[in-house]
């Protein structure tokens, strides 16, 4: 059974990069048909999905994001990451990885914007 967990910094300045990494378990994240999301939960706001990674690398962004957000992976660690660029309050949210396949997901990390 798959699991992911998310790690990063609680706390981002604003003009900042906000990095976080989703660590996978059970399963390998270059494993056929695999593909790996980054979504994300506002203060009182519904869940908005942020961009995926492909088993094979390839990788797609939500248009509104798609400027400075970028995912990435370490396959010797089973891992995908996060980078979201010059981050503003508005981007204080709970951060969370999932799968599609299974349908895992991440506990969620809380990610505050502030200076």
């Known amino acids: 059974q798959v699991q992911l967990q998310e790690s990063g910094p609680g706390l981002v300045k604003p003009s900042q990069t906000l990095s976080l990494t989703c660590t996978v378990s059970?399963?390998?994240?270059?494993?056929?048909?695999?593909?790996w999301d980054w979504i994300r939960q506002p203060p009182g706001k519904g869940l908005e999905w942020m961009g995926a990674l492909g088993y094979d690398g390839s990788t797609g962004y939500s248009p509104s994001l798609k400027s400075r957000t970028s995912i990435s992976r370490d396959t010797s660690k089973n891992q995908f990451s996060l980078q979201m660029r010059s981050v503003t309050p508005e981007d204080t949210a709970v951060y969370y990885c999932a799968t599609r396949v299974g349908g895992a997901w991440g506990q969620g990390t809380q990610v505050t914007v502030s200076s």
């Open positions: 059970g399963g390998s994240i270059f494993a056929d048909g695999y593909v």
